[in-house]
C-alpha cells in the first residue's frame, strides 16, 4: 500500500489541467474547462475539468473522478500503477515496499522484464548459433541491419531458454507467466511462450518496451503471437510503432493489419504507418490515432473479412470526427509486397488516390450485383440509399447521391427521394427506441456500477443524495460519527452505496481525515465516476443546509422501508432522459 502522505503528494504535484490537457484538447468555459471526452465516441463536448474541486466529468458517458482516476481509465491502469507513473512524472519517491501483495508485478517489474527479455532475443539474433533460420528469413524479407536494429528485431529460440535468462536475472516463475513472457503446462512445468519465432517489440510512446509480437519462420500457426494484457500492455489501445510514426502522421496516419507492413513501409520512407496487434480498431484506438491525426488511411485485406473490418473500422473512426479513407491495391496484396514489387513512389502515389469512406462503401456494396441485372439492380439501389442515409449531414447526402446516381445510372432525384424515406425510417426507428431506452435508465435498469438499484429506484436516489453531501461537507461527516444524525451501513439497501459510506466514515476516523481521491484505491475508476457524479450533483444545488442533510437522511430511511415502486418519481426520470436525447438526436442531426 502507498503511504497516505505520498498520494497527497502526488496528486498536489500533477495540476489536474495539465495532465488532462495532454491527452484531451480544453477550452474555457467559465471557471471550467471543456473538451471532446476521451472516453467515449462525440462531436460535442461534454467533458468537463473543475479547477476549483481538481476534478472531472462527462455528463455523456459518466466517467468521472481526480487526476488519479483519470490516469488509471485512459492508461488502463490499476490505481498503484497509476499513482507510480503520476509520482514518476512529478519527481515523487514511492518507497519500495511490496509485502504481502498479492496482486502480481507492478507495471515497472514488467516493464523492466520486457528491456531484459527484449535485450535476450536481440542478442540471440545477432549471436546465436541456432539463429541461422531467423537471419535467412529476415533477409529473404528484405530487412536491413539498420531497420532491424531501428525497431530493435529479435529472435526467440528455444522452450525454456528465455526463462533461465529471467530466472538469472532474478526474475521469478509467477512473474514471467503475469508478463506474458513464460506459460505452465498442466502439471506445473514453465516454458517461453515465444520460441522459434521473429519478435518485435512493442513500444509506447513514452519509449517503454509494453509488449512483444511473434511471427512464426514457416506455415505453422498462429502465424502471429501476441502479448496478452498485462499490467503495462492493454491491445485495444496500443499500436505497433505508433512511437514513430507520431512524429510524421499530423496529416494522414496509414492503419496496416501486420507488423511487417509497417516495418518495410517505415524501411521505404513512408514513417506515419502503425499496425493493431491482433484485434480490429477498437473506439480506444481511434481515441488515440485522433490526439496525433486527422485524416486516417485504412489498408486491410480485400477479403470478405478485410471488407467487414474495414466497414467497422470507418465507423468507430468517424465516431471520433477522423476523417477516414481507404486504400486499395491492384498486383500486390498487401503494402509489403506492394513497395517490393513496385516501389515507394508508387505506393505514396497510391496513398494520394485513396478512397474516401463513402466511395469504399458504395464500390465494395456495388460489386456484390449485377447491374445488368433489373432485380439485382433494384437490390443495388437499395443498399446504396442505405449508406446515403446514415450521414447526418444533407450537403453530404445530396453529394454522394448524385455520385451513386451516376454510378448506377438512374436518376439522382428518384434516388433523392428514396434517400429520404430511407431517413425518415432512421427517424422513426429511433424515436420507437427512445421511450423503452428511457424506462429502462429511469428503472435503473442496466446500471453497471450499482446493479441492485433496479430494484431500489428510490432508496438509492436518496442514498446518491446523503453520500453527496457527505462526500462534500466534513460537518456532516462528523455529525453522524458522533451519533447527532443516526445513520449506520444498515440504513443503506444497495451494497455499493454501503460501500461508499463505510470508505467515507473509514477515512474520516484515519488520522488523516477525509479525502476523495483516497477512495480510489477502493473503488474502480468507473465506481469513481459514479462517486464523483454524486458530489457533481449536490454542488449544483444551492440549498445543502443541515436541515437537507437530515432530511436527506430521512428520507433514505423512509424509501428502504417504501422502496419497491418506481413509479412515483419514473415520469420525472423518463422526461430527464428524453430531453438527453432530444440532445443527442440534435447531435445526429435526426430532426424530429
Request: hydrophobic share 35%.
Amino acid at each position: 500500500m502507498i503511504p497516505r502522505e505520498v498520494i497527497e503528494e502526488v496528486i498536489r504535484r500533477n495540476d489536474i489541467e495539465q495532465v488532462i490537457g495532454r491527452y484531451v484538447e480544453l477550452r474555457r468555459a467559465g471557471s471550467n474547462l471543456v473538451g471532446l471526452c476521451p472516453f467515449h465516441s462525440e462531436k460535442t463536448p461534454s467533458f468537463t475539468v473543475f479547477r476549483n474541486t481538481d476534478s472531472f466529468y462527462c455528463f455523456g458517458c459518466s466517467a468521472g473522478g481526480n487526476v488519479i482516476t483519470f490516469v488509471q481509465k485512459i492508461e488502463n491502469l490499476d490505481y498503484v500503477s497509476a499513482v507510480t507513473l503520476l509520482a514518476k512524472n512529478a519527481g515523487v519517491e514511492i518507497p519500495d515496499d511490496r509485502s504481502g501483495d498479492d496482486r502480481g508485478p507492478s507495471r515497472d517489474r514488467v516493464l523492466r522484464m520486457n528491456v531484459d527479455a527484449a535485450k535476450f532475443f536481440r542478442a540471440c539474433l545477432l549471436e546465436g548459433d541456432d539463429a541461422a533460420p531467423a537471419r535467412a528469413y529476415l533477409e529473404k524479407r528484405e530487412l536491413s541491419g539498420a531497420t532491424q536494429q531501428h525497431f530493435y528485431i529479435g529472435y526467440a529460440p528455444g522452450r525454456d531458454r528465455l526463462v533461465s535468462h529471467l530466472k538469472g536475472l532474478g526474475y521469478s516463475e509467477d512473474e514471467m507467466c503475469a508478463a506474458f513472457l513464460a506459460s505452465r503446462t498442466s502439471k506445473g512445468r514453465i516454458y517461453d511462450l515465444f520460441f522459434n519465432r521473429v519478435i518485435f517489440p512493442i513500444v509506447d510512446t513514452s519509449r517503454n518496451i509494453i509488449a512483444f509480437g511473434g511471427r512464426v519462420l514457416d506455415d505453422s500457426k498462429p502465424k502471429y503471437l501476441n502479448t496478452s494484457n498485462t499490467a503495462a500492455f492493454r491491445k485495444s489501445r496500443s499500436l505497433f510503432a505508433l512511437n514513430y510514426a507520431r512524429g510524421h502522421c499530423a496529416e494522414r496516419l496509414l492503419v496496416c493489419e501486420g507488423y511487417m507492413d509497417v516495418v518495410t513501409l517505415h524501411q521505404a520512407g513512408i514513417e506515419n504507418a502503425v499496425a493493431t496487434l491482433g484485434t480490429s480498431i477498437t473506439e480506444e484506438h481511434a481515441r488515440l490515432l485522433s490526439r496525433y491525426t486527422k485524416r486516417v488511411i485504412l489498408s486491410y485485406d480485400s477479403d470478405e473479412a478485410g471488407v467487414r473490418a474495414t466497414s467497422r473500422a470507418m465507423s468507430i473512426l468517424d465516431g471520433v470526427g477522423l476523417e477516414v479513407r481507404v486504400l486499395t491495391m491492384s498486383g500486390a496484396k498487401d503494402p509489403d509486397e506492394y513497395v517490393k514489387k513496385f516501389g515507394a513512389d508508387a505506393f505514396r502515389r497510391l496513398l494520394e488516390d485513396s478512397s474516401t469512406g463513402f466511395e469504399y462503401k458504395l464500390s465494395a456494396a456495388l460489386s456484390r450485383y449485377n447491374l445488368a441485372d433489373t432485380a439485382e439492380k433494384i437490390r443495388a439501389v437499395r443498399e446504396a440509399t442505405e449508406i446515403i442515409a446514415e450521414y447526418p449531414s444533407s450537403v453530404e447526402r445530396d453529394i454522394y447521391t448524385s455520385r451513386a446516381a451516376a454510378r448506377l445510372e438512374v436518376s439522382a432525384q428518384s434516388l433523392s427521394e428514396d434517400v429520404e424515406k430511407q431517413r425518415r425510417a432512421i427517424v422513426r426507428k429511433y424515436a420507437a427506441g427512445e421511450m423503452s431506452e428511457a424506462r429502462s435508465v429511469a428503472a435503473r435498469y442496466g446500471d453497471r456500477i450499482n446493479t441492485e438499484a433496479v430494484s431500489n429506484v428510490k432508496a438509492v436516489s436518496a442514498e446518491e443524495a446523503v453520500l453527496g453531501l457527505m462526500l462534500i461537507y466534513q460537518e456532516y461527516r462528523d455529525e453522524v460519527a458522533r451519533g447527532g444524525v443516526e445513520l449506520s451501513s444498515g440504513d443503506f439497501r444497495t451494497s455499493f452505496s454501503r460501500k461508499v459510506f463505510d470508505r467515507i466514515m473509514d477515512l474520516n476516523a484515519s488520522e488523516g481525515g477525509f479525502s476523495t481521491p483516497l477512495l480510489g484505491e477502493f473503488f474502480t475508476p468507473d465506481e469513481m465516476g459514479r462517486i464523483e457524479s454524486m458530489e457533481m450533483r449536490r454542488r449544483e444545488l444551492t440549498g445543502n443546509g443541515m436541515d437537507v442533510f437530515r432530511s436527506a437522511v430521512g428520507a433514505l430511511k423512509s424509501a428502504g422501508r417504501e422502496d419497491g415502486g418506481a413509479e412515483g418519481s419514473l415520469s420525472d426520470l423518463i422526461a430527464e432522459k428524453r430531453r438527453r436525447l432530444d440532445e443527442e438526436r440534435r447531435k445526429r442531426g435526426l430532426g424530429r
